[in-house]
């Protein structure tokens, strides 16, 4: 059964549902983080905030390589194969890549405060 | 264009028209219809007839039978699903009137239409069985996946009372038609599985009672099955049809061509013969001059436009329709557009020319974090919609597709987006 572009976003949507409130207070929060560092001139340090944001990346990438089949009720022995291996790295990339667009807009302002 | 039909992935407003739709039942195949019906007709006055407020996510019964999801997880509400321009009559059809174009409550309000959309779902059929009633789910370690999360619950009350005791576990399968066929296999591997992981696998004996001289309908999936039942010590009996239960005794009476067969339990999965509920199987709109008796027990439609042969104002959609595989969700899932299609199609006055292929699905969980992609086709095809998923393979992919994905998309499909 194919599906479509438009059938897949509806469904990441319905699966994503639930926490839609708490995704649009973070993105309000790091909106308002960022005008604040904006106005206060903290976008200078750029490249350092962007290091940064790259290292919780990384740590938020390796924790969901290893917690994700566990917190799914699976173990690591159960992965098989190329399918389920690049599914779980391709998971801890998405959601590292998640974590450094979350985290960037308070490292800016706190990096470039310093 | 408007953005619910962009979601929808069709035209806004295919038509217009001030047609009369009833649609009947307001599962998975009613809701569903109801959404893409007010996109697609402009101006219909569109009727959808059903008592139940909540809505059962039923795919996710096995989950909730073998302990891995909470029953909380499976109950939503038609409130938040059913579209604005839709009138919702709380009521349940007494009595189908072809005839007259009619439909009847059971408090007795007569309903005509111009079109009928029947999809009422299936009636589980306990009484089938001698002495079984949904009464003994979770009592004298009977349980059962089907119908409802209350059943579910009370399954894994049982699954959880015998897996910490073991014995003998009973796993069976009723001939016919079945919702979600895969469930009674689903239910003996998971709790295979748990006994396992829980390092009591030598305290039981699991047999599966199967009513023919096969696991499952698609041949390559029967395969694998055959092989991996007695790789993990599930017995399985061939051609055991559950007759009866003296749940005092713990003993399940099956027919087989050697003659009645007892056999003494101390966990039994009981699946009951299902079939269209009793005003659709009384009415004329069932199957009434099909040759075998199991075609008989389900309405009539055409198993590719999916209209009614001798009523073709008449469609049917999901578990209701007589169709020889594919009662579930996903299965409604390719049914629902089809109608629409050929609905749209005839207030068009044109030919229907939307076929339904016989597409089903099951994710086919083996053991907990594992399941296989099970896709195929009224040839018995597989038509994987993911070219690079094995159905063959057990991989933890299609585990968290059916564990977290599944019901985002089945709730896509309520609102009519895919």
Redesign the interface.
Known sequence: ????L??I?????????PLLPVLVLILVVDLALLALAAKRGALVKFAAALRAAAVVAVVVFLLVLVAA?LL????HA????A??WL??FAAAFGIGLASAVIAWPPLQLMLGRA | MASGALLGGGSAYAVRSNARIVIVGAGAAGVSLANRLVRAVEGARITIIDRREEHFYQPGLTLVATGLWRPERVVGHNTDFLPRGVEWVKARVAEFDPEANTVVTDDGQRIGYDYLLVATGLKIDFAAIEGMSPGLIGREGVGCVYDNPDHASRTWQAISAYAAKGGVGVFTRAPGGLKCAGAPLKVAMLVEDQMRREGRRDSAQFIYTAHNDGLFSQPDVNGFLKENFPERGIAIQWHHRMTGIEPEAKRATFATPDGPVRIDYDFIHVVPPMRAPDPLFNSPLANIGAQTPEDRKWLEVDRHTLRHPRYPNVFGAGDCCGTPIGKTAATVKAHVPVIVQNLVRLLQERECDARFNGYTSCPLITVRGRALLVEFDYDLKMIPSFAFIDPLQQHWVPWILKDRMLHGAYNAMLRGRI
């Open positions: 059964m194919a599906f479509s438009f059938g976003l509806a469904v990441l949507l319905e699966v994503l549902r089949p799914t009720g699976a173990t159960q992965l098989s194969g399918l389920d599914a779980l």
